[in-house]
C-alpha cells in the first residue's frame, strides 16, 4: 500500500498517520519474500477518505485502513514487477533504486519526528535522539519545519506539548546552523542559562539512570532493579530540587513509577506498586493547570490502583490493604475535576467489589454498583463519541456487581437490569476476544438464573443460545473451552428438568463429561463439574420419556453409569460441601428405579435409607425435595405389598400428603402422587377417598403430565370395574379416552421421538383391556371403550389422511404451545382457562377423525 507524499501533505495536515513506514532502506531483502506472498494495494489518500465517508468510519482507526486495501480497494500491483519496469510510483527508476516494497503509509519525516519529541521530550533521552537525528538527516530542512508548523497546530490545546515543541525546535535550529554534534554538545550549556553546575548535576543522575536501566533489562534479578529504583529515585528528587520546568519534573517522577512497575514485574513484591503510585501521584502534582498529560497521568493511575486492587484480593496476608486502595482511590476522586473523574471512579469501583468478594459486605457492594452506574451514564452522556470496548466492559461489570446483589438478596428490578446491562454490552463488544465472550457467558448465566427465580422457559431458551454462541467461537481451544462446555451443559440440563426434553438431557450428560475430561485433577473446580456431571445422568437415568430401543440406552445401563458417576462425585466432593447434600437423594432415586426395574429387596431398603437420610439434610427450598418425597412414599408403598408394614403404610399416606401440600403448579408429577395416595387409601380401606383421589389424579387435565394422568385412569378402571361400579368404570374410561387423544396428537405431531416416548402407554391400554375383559360382579364388559382407547394409541393416529391429519396437527400445534406458555404462567387462571379451550377444540377434531368425517 502507498502513501503519496503530496497527498499527505495536503489532506493530513500533518498528522501522524497509525501505521508503519517501511521503505527500501535496509528492508527490501526481508520484505521482498513477505511480498511476492500477499496481494499489494495502492492507497490514495483521496479514494480512502471518500470510502470513509460513504462508511461512516473513522479515517484514523488502522482496521478501517487495512479494511480498505482488503476490499474497497480496486488497484492491485503484481509482485514482483519484472526487472526493467519502472517503480510503481511513477517516478521512472526501477522501484529497487525508488522506492523499494511498496508498503509505505507514513512519510518517513513523520514518523521521526514524532519519535524523536517523544525521545527528547518525553524520555528526556538526549543520547537516543541525537543518533537519531545523525541517521535520518531529513529531519532538518525546510519540509520538516512545515510538519513541525502543523504539529505545533495539532497541540495547541496542551501546553506542555507547546513547550516541548518549543525545545526541539530551537534544538534542530541550532544543529542546521552549527551541526548536530556541536548543537548537542552545547545542549548543556544551552539549558543551563547562566548556571553552568546546574545541568551538570542534572546529566550525571540522567546518566546514571539510563545506565542502571540497561544493566536491570539486560540482567533482570531483584538487585539490578533494587538499583535502578534508588537511580531513578536520585534523578526525579534532582529535577525537583533544581526547580525544572512541570514537564520535566512530573517526567522525572513518571520514570520513577516505571522503574518500581518493573520491579514488581521481576520481584512481585507489593510493595513497589505501592511505591509506584505514590510517584504517580506527585507527577501529577508537579503539572500546573489542566493539560492533556494530566489526563494521561490518571489515566495511568486509576490503571495502577485497579491493579493493585487485584493483587491485594488474591493475597489472605493483603486484605488490609483493599481498605488503603479504597481511601487512595477515594482522595484522588475528591482531588480531580468533574470531567476526569472515570479512572478513579473505576478504580474505586473495582476496590468496592474486590472487598465484597473478600467480606461478603452489602455496603461495598451497594457503593460499587452506584459507582458503575455512573460511569456507564458519564460515557453514554460524555461530549465525544463512546468507545465500545470500555463501555461494554463497564456495562459487564456493572451486570455482574447487580448479579452479585440478587444472589444476596433477590429481587427482580437488579436481575432485570442486570440482563439489560449484559445485553448491552455484548451487543457493543461482538464476538473477538475472551472477554467478550465472557461478556455473553455472563448473560446466560444471568438469565438461567432468573428463570430459577421466575420460571420463564423463555429465559431459559435464551441462555442457551448465548452458551451455544460462546461454544461455537470457542471451540478451537483454550483455557476456557472447559467453562463453556460446563455452563451450556448446565443450561440444557436445567431446561430438561423443565421440559422434560430427551435431546436436552442427552446434550447435557455429552457436553458436562467433555468438561470433566478438561479438567485436571487438581483444579477445585472438578467437584463442582463432576456434580454436575452426576446430576446429568441420574436426570438420564430417571428420565420418564427414555427410548429402550438403543443398546447404550437401555434402562439398566443408565441406572449403572448414573450410580458410577455418583461414586466419582463422592469421592472428590467435600464432607461439608453444600453438593455433598445430593448424594442420598441420588442413591435413593436410582435405587428405588432399580428396585422397580429388577425388584431386589436390598434395593428397595436401601432406597428408603437413604430416602429418609436425604429429607435430614435437603431443605425445603431444593427443587429435588418433592421428587424425593414422591420416590421415597412409593417405595414405602411397595415395601407395605411386599413386607406388609402397617407402619410402611402409614408413613407413604404422610409423604404423598405432605407432597401435594407442595403447590400443584409448580409439581408436573401431581397425578403420580394422587395415584400413590390412592393406592395408600385403598390398602388402608378409605374406599370413597380412593375414589375421589383417582378422580382427581384423572380429570385435571390442566395438571400434570399425560403418562401419568393416563395410568391413574386405567389403574382406577380396574379397579372399579372389579368391585362392580360400572358408572365410576364408565367415568374413568372416559377421561382415558380424553388423555388418550391428546397423546395421539402429540405422537402426530412430535413424529418418531414422540412416539418412542409415549410407547409404554399402549402397553399400559393392552393389560388394562385383558384386565377390563374379566368377568364383573356388575356384568358390565367395557372391552370395546378400552380397544377405541387403545387404537388412539396405537398406529391409527400416524397413519390419518392427509387434509384431515393436517388440520389435527395444526391444532395440536395450538396445543403444543398453549402448553408450553401455561409452563410460564403456571396455576394462573388466564392459563387454565387457554389450556381447557385448545383441549376442547382438539377434542372435537379428534372426534370427527375418529367418525371418518371432515373436522
Known amino acids: 500500500m502507498r502513501r503519496l507524499w503530496s497527498d499527505f501533505d495536503t489532506d493530513w495536515q500533518g498528522f501522524d498517520f497509525p501505521a508503519y513506514s517501511l521503505r527500501h532502506e535496509g528492508f527490501l531483502r526481508e520484505l521482498a519474500p513477505v511480498a511476492e506472498q500477499c496481494q499489494i494495494a495502492v492507497v490514495t489518500v483521496d479514494a480512502y477518505l471518500e470510502w470513509c465517508a460513504s462508511e461512516g468510519l473513522d479515517p484514523w482507526d488502522r482496521d478501517h485502513v487495512i479494511g480498505y486495501a482488503g476490499e474497497g480497494c480496486e488497484t492491485f500491483l503484481d509482485w514482483p514487477p519484472p526487472p526493467g519496469d519502472p517503480c510503481w510510483c511513477g517516478n521512472g527508476p526501477r522501484y529497487a533504486d525508488c522506492c523499494g516494497v511498496p508498503m509505505a503509509l507514513t512519510p518517513l519525516r513523520e514518523q521521526y519526528l514524532n519519535q524523536l519529541l517523544h525521545t527528547f521530550a518525553a524520555e528526556r533521552s538526549w543520547r537516543t535522539s541525537r ?341 461455537a467461537v470457542g471451540s478451537a481451544g483454550g483455557e476456557h473451552l472447559a467453562y463453556a462446555l460446563n455452563n451450556l451443559g448446565v443450561a440444557h440440563l436445567t431446561r430438561h428438568g423443565r421440559t422434560s426434553d430427551e435431546a436436552d438431557v442427552r446434550r447435557a450428560v455429552e457436553l458436562l463429561g467433555r468438561a470433566v475430561e478438561r479438567t485436571p485433577p487438581d483444579d477445585p473446580v472438578l467437584s463442582e463439574r463432576l456434580h454436575h456431571l452426576a446430576s446429568a445422568k441420574v436426570a438420564y437415568a430417571l428420565d420418564e420419556g427414555r427410548t429402550t430401543d438403543k443398546p447404550d440406552a437401555e434402562p439398566a445401563s443408565r441406572l449403572s453409569a448414573a450410580l458410577e458417576a455418583v461414586r466419582e462425585f463422592a469421592a472428590t466432593a467435600p464432607a461439608d460441601s453444600v453438593y455433598a447434600r445430593f448424594l442420598p437423594v441420588w442413591r435413593s432415586l436410582l435405587l428405588a428405579e432399580r428396585w422397580r426395574i429388577a425388584g431386589d429387596p436390598v434395593d428397595n431398603d436401601t432406597a428408603i435409607a437413604e430416602g429418609e437420610k436425604a429429607l435430614g439434610v435437603l431443605g425445603a427450598q431444593y427443587v429435588q425435595r418433592p421428587r424425593l418425597v414422591d420416590s421415597l412414599a412409593h417405595s414405602m408403598l411397595a415395601r407395605h405389598r411386599r413386607l406388609g408394614s402397617d407402619d410402611d403404610l402409614e408413613r407413604a399416606a404422610e409423604l404423598f400428603e405432605f407432597a401435594l401440600a407442595v403447590p400443584r403448579a409448580q409439581w408436573p408429577a401431581l397425578p403420580a402422587q394422587l395415584r400413590g395416595l390412592a393406592q395408600v387409601l385403598l390398602a388402608s380401606g378409605e374406599t370413597g377417598r380412593a375414589t375421589e383421589t383417582y378422580r382427581l389424579a384423572s380429570g385435571h387435565a390442566e395438571q400434570g403430565d399425560l403418562r401419568s394422568r393416563f395410568a391413574a385412569a386405567c389403574e382406577w378402571a380396574v379397579w372399579a370395574h372389579g368391585r362392580g361400579a360400572a358408572d365410576e368404570t364408565a367415568e374413568a374410561l372416559a377421561f382415558a379416552r380424553t388423555t388418550a387423544r391428546l397423546v395421539a396428537r402429540v405422537r402426530l405431531a412430535g413424529g418418531a421421538e414422540a412416539a418412542r416416548r409415549f410407547r409404554s402407554l399402549a402397553h399400559l391400554a393392552a393389560r388394562t383391556r385383558d384386565e377390563l375383559a374379566r368377568p364383573s360382579p356388575g356384568g358390565s364388559t367395557p372391552v370395546a371403550d378400552m380397544d377405541t382407547i387403545r387404537d388412539l394409541l396405537g398406529t391409527a393416529a400416524r397413519e390419518l389422511p392427509g387434509p384431515r391429519a393436517a388440520q389435527g396437527a395444526a391444532a395440536a400445534e395450538r396445543l403444543l404451545r398453549l402448553e408450553k406458555s401455561s409452563l410460564d404462567t403456571a396455576g394462573s387462571g388466564s392459563g387454565r382457562g387457554a389450556l381447557r379451550a385448545a383441549w376442547a377444540e382438539l377434542d372435537r377434531v379428534l372426534e370427527d377423525l375418529e367418525n371418518g368425517g371432515k373436522p
Open 131 to 471: 543518533q537519531l537525528i545523525l541517521e535520518k538527516p531529513e529531519l532538518l530542512g525546510t519540509e520538516a519545519r512545515e510538519v513541525r508548523a502543523r504539529m505545533r497546530r495539532q497541540h495547541a490545546p496542551d501546553p506542555s506539548a507547546l513547550s516541548a515543541l518549543d525545545e526541539l525546535d530551537g534544538l534542530l535550529d541550532r544543529c542546521e546552523k552549527v551541526g548536530i554534534e556541536q548543537a548537542y554538545d552545547e545542549l548543556l550549556d544551552w539549558k543551563a542559562s547562566d548556571r553552568r553546575e546546574v545541568p551538570k548535576e542534572l546529566a550525571r543522575a540522567v546518566r546514571a539512570a539510563e545506565k542502571s536501566a540497561a544493566r536491570a533489562k539486560q540482567k533482570a534479578t531483584e538487585q539490578t532493579w533494587a538499583a535502578c529504583v534508588a537511580a531513578r529515585q536520585d534523578l526525579a528528587e534532582t529535577i525537583t530540587r533544581l526547580a525544572r520546568p512541570p514537564g520535566e519534573r512530573s517526567y522525572g517522577w513518571r520514570g520513577l513509577c516505571w522503574a518500581h512497575m518493573s520491579a514488581f514485574q521481576a520481584t512481585h513484591r507489593f510493595a513497589h506498586l505501592e511505591a509506584a503510585a505514590d510517584a504517580l501521584r506527585t507527577a501529577l502534582r508537579a503539572l500546573d493547570g489542566e493539560t492533556a498529560l494530566q489526563h494521561e497521568i490518571r489515566e495511568e493511575h486509576g490503571a495502577l490502583l485497579r491493579l493493585m486492587s487485584r493483587q491485594a484480593g488474591l493475597a489472605d496476608t493483603l486484605a488490609d490493604t483493599l481498605d488503603h486502595v479504597v481511601r487512595l482511590a477515594q482522595s484522588e476522586l475528591d482531588a480531580c475535576p468533574e470531567h476526569d473523574r472515570a479512572p478513579y471512579l473505576e478504580a474505586l469501583a473495582d476496590t468496592l467489589q474486590a472487598t465484597f468478594v473478600r467480606r461478603r459486605s452489602r455496603s461495598d457492594l451497594d457503593r460499587a454498583i452506584e459507582l458503575r452506574r455512573l460511569l456507564c451514564a458519564a460515557r453514554e452522556a460524555g461530549p465525544g463519541p463512546t468507545e465500545p470496548t470500555a463501555h461494554a466492559h463497564q456495562l459487564g461489570e456493572l451486570g455482574m456487581a447487580l448479579r452479585d446483589r440478587v444472589m444476596i438478596s433477590p429481587n427482580a428490578h437488579d436481575l432485570n437490569e442486570a440482563i439489560r446491562a449484559l445485553e448491552e454490552a455484548t451487543d457493543l463488544a461482538g464476538l473477538e476476544s475472551q472477554n467478550e465472550l465472557a461478556l455473553l457467558s455472563n448473560l446466560g448465566s444471568c438469565l438461567r438464573l432468573r428463570y430459577e427465580f421466575y420460571g420463564r422457559t423463555g429465559d431459559l431458551d435464551r441462555a442457551v443460545a448465548a452458551h451455544e454462541k460462546v461454544l
